[in-house]
């Protein structure tokens, strides 16, 4: 079993930043991707973005130069650095990790944060 655990969600106004954390947690697991997810209501979860080990990245296309994320592998812990916040961008964020276990590759989800952003 891996668990996932989320920080950083919060109220901010328009135009500011948050950094989103997630750190993975458990025994015998690899990573092999984080990325971040995000649901409004009545929408599906849509990616955010999303980090390979290797470091390759991947944003949708409404938070590309905006938003970064990043890894930090020896701490098994994905980071979110949100800039210039849209009200759009008001959701509950989901942490994900795609890993190994015992040879066998599973999903992983947190249980969500919170970002709202007011205009």
């Known amino acids: 079993q891996v668990q996932l655990v989320e920080s950083g969600g919060d109220l901010v106004q328009a135009g500011g930043s948050l950094r989103l954390s997630c750190a993975a947690s458990g025994s015998a697991f690899s990573i092999n991707a984080m990325g971040w997810y995000r649901r409004t209501p009545g929408n599906q979860r849509e990616l955010v973005a999303r980090i390979t080990s290797s470091g390759n990245t991947n944003y949708a296309d409404n938070v590309k130069g905006r938003f970064t994320i990043s890894r930090d592998n020896a701490k098994n812990t994905v980071y979110l650095l949100m800039n210039s916040l849209k009200p759009e961008d008001t959701a509950l964020y989901y942490c994900?990790?795609?890993?190994?276990?015992?040879?066998?590759?599973?999903?992983?989800w947190g249980q969500g944060t919170q970002v709202t952003v007011s205009s």
């Open positions: 994900n990790a795609d890993v190994t276990v015992r040879r066998l590759r599973a999903d992983y």
